[in-house]
């Protein structure tokens, strides 16, 4: 357990334990459906990650199914299996089938089954949903972050032999087309294999960067990409996710701090591993945020160095 989290058993964590259970049921039924039935099998795991995220997030975040999000930029609708709204979204809008991307707090593609397609169509959404919006300048939180988490949410998945290593296989390929740390997906939760968690290093000094190469002078970078949930150190991977979906949620929302620091020192995320990528600073940050690091980074939480 690492330092600072309390080692009390916590009964939020016997309550995630208790769902992942019932996904397992969830996935089963799903999966006797698909054989006459796939779309009703999709129907079923939607509903089963909504009823989860109406339980487990504030009442003031409201949970839909099947909207489209109408972009910034460009005029094509995108049709999305679950939205949760902004506790700000006017009520005049909520009952539209098309939802103002401003209007987004996180929204998220869910299979019953995950498969390598659909970790390729959840990578190649969060690109184009990212370039659908304008980007948020003026901090490395904005400009490292597109405006609400997306990510991919399964019931089960499709492998056999050593499935965590078939994941990671196929995360890091999906990640080679990311052009930006924003475009990162920022979930994939399996409840019976990890969660997957996008990751972003707001700034590694030059030094550090010397560090690493055995003295060779290096320019400061910023890095961004996967950790996977350990299953030894982690609760589970639902767990792992509600507590990274939170933390992530209160970045746009602080009223969500404290939750997002319960979770955290009740070891409700676990602890995750995986590859960063490395990135120019010149080709992530704009001019006003590139002139402000070196004295404003650890000012604030806009500032922080790291984003997980």
């Known amino acids: 357990m690492a330092e600072g989290v309390s080692s009390r058993a916590q009964v939020h964590h016997e309550k995630l334990l208790e769902w992942a259970d019932n996904a397992k049921r969830s996935h089963a039924k799903a999966f006797e459906g698909a054989r006459t039935d796939p779309q009703h099998a999709g129907h079923i795991a939607e509903q089963t990650w909504v009823a989860f995220l109406k339980e487990w997030l504030p009442p003031s975040y409201e949970v839909v199914m099947r909207k489209y999000i109408v972009p910034e930029i460009g005029d094509k609708l995108f049709e999305t299996d679950i939205v949760i709204l902004r506790p700000s979204y006017p009520p005049a809008l909520r009952d539209d089938p098309n939802i ?91 409840p019976d294999l990890a969660c997957v968690t996008a990751g972003r290093v707001a700034w590694v000094p030059g030094e550090a960067m010397s560090a690493m190469s ?25 767990a792992s996710f509600i507590a990274g979906l939170i ?46 690091l070196p004295y404003r980074m650890f000012s604030d939480d806009e500032w922080r160095p790291e984003y997980h």
């Open 100 to 190: 103002m991307a401003s209007g987004v707090a996180a929204a998220f593609s869910v299979k019953s089954t995950l498969k390598p397609q659909g970790i390729r169509e959840a990578v190649d959404s969060a690109i184009t949903l990212r370039r659908s919006m304008h980007v948020r300048k003026g901090s490395p939180r904005r400009e490292l972050h597109g405006a609400y988490p997306y990510g991919l949410l399964s019931l089960s998945h499709a492998w056999q032999a050593d499935p965590l290593s078939v994941l990671k296989t196929h995360v890091e390929a999906a990640q080679a087309s990311v052009s930006h740390p924003r475009e990162l997906l920022d979930f994939i939760c399996v």
């Open 247 to 292: 933390t992530k949620l209160a970045y746009h929302d602080p009223a969500l701090q404290p939750l997002a620091d319960g979770f955290r020192l009740t070891g409700t995320q676990g602890v995750g591993e995986g590859m960063l990528r490395r990135w120019p600073l010149e080709g992530i940050y704009s001019a006003e945020v590139l002139k402000k």
């Open 214 to 238: 055995d003295g060779a002078v290096n320019m400061p970078v910023a890095s961004a990409g996967y950790a996977f949930s350990n299953p030894e150190e982690s609760i589970a991977p639902v």
